[in-house]
């Protein structure tokens, strides 16, 4: 089996504005793989909500993207705040996000639920005071 | 219907990278998930939003063109960044729902 493709991200936690640098990337990446419109859309959608999310809310982290044979795997990891009730986090219009983000267009309580409606799995692990690793799975086949 | 066929329907274009590009339906928001989780692929979307983060939504959710209404403007920095990114924008001063109704019609 042929090694899988992995790509890797510093996503800045200071600076909103480039924020969707690491999903616009994936996006490129993925396209000269040649792999279907609709599976590129799942997964940068996903990843970009991840990504936004560790910079509204985490101050940064870390972005693995991995090419597996039969899926694409996205591991977003941060050493933010974590989060206090998962249940409701993944709740549509939750959001603990401040009024600047709202007036930009996020904060719309939205991102979990997205990440989990374009991905085939989510796992959230998470600690607070320590942190928070989602990993996501879009199948290929 | 592409998306320069609607210059001949009022709209002007603020950046047409990929003016032959279909357009299929149509969402209407400001909201960014809300877009990427209701927008589909292809559609025109219509919003008053300007920001950088609506170049990144609309590649990302692979939409046909971003319309902006109510005659809001994108800065000269955005206009660059949708040519680099291949994203289509065009505006109208028109609100939202007018909009809508002169797609309804066009898309038909
Ligand atoms: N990486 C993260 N670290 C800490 N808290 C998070 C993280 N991601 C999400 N959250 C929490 O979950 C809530 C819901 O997230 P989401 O659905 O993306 O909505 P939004 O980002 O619009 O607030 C956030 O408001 C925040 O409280
Ligand atoms: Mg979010």
């Known amino acids: 089996m042929p090694d899988a493709l992995v790509f890797h991200f510093d996503v800045d936690g200071e600076n909103f504005t480039s924020a969707g640098q690491a999903s616009t990337a994936i996006k490129r990446n993925l396209r000269q793989l040649g792999l279907p419109p609709e599976i590129i859309r799942r997964v940068s959608i996903a990843m970009y909500e991840g990504e936004i999310n560790m910079v509204i809310h985490a101050n940064g982290g870390d972005a693995d993207v991995i090419v597996h044979e039969d899926c694409i795997e996205i591991i977003l990891a941060d050493r933010g705040p974590g989060i206090k009730d998962i249940n409701l986090a993944m709740q549509e219009g939750y959001s603990t996000a401040p009024d600047n983000i709202r007036s930009l267009g996020f904060g719309a309580g939205m991102g979990l639920p997205n990440m989990k409606r374009y991905t085939d799995s989510i796992d959230i692990e998470t600690e607070l005071g320590v942190g928070t690793t989602i990993r996501m799975k879009v199948n290929l086949t | ?108």
Not at chain 2, 47 to 73: F, H, K, P, R
Request: net charge negative; with cysteine; hydrophobic share 50%.
């Open chain 2, 1 to 108: 219907m592409n998306v320069e066929g609607l210059l001949e329907h009022g709209f002007t274009a603020v950046a047409l990278p990929d003016g032959s590009r279909q357009i299929d339906g149509v969402y209407i928001g400001d909201l960014l998930s809300w877009v990427m989780g209701r927008a589909q692929m292809d559609n025109a979307w219509i919003t008053i939003m300007s920001n950088n983060n609506v170049i990144a939504v609309a590649s990302l959710a692979d939409t046909a063109c971003v319309i902006l209404a109510e005659g809001v403007e994108l800065s000269t920095e955005l206009k660059e960044l949708a040519e680099a990114k291949d994203i289509n924008v065009l505006s109208s001063p028109k609100s939202a729902y007018e909009i809508a109704v002169i797609l309804s019609g066009l898309l038909a």
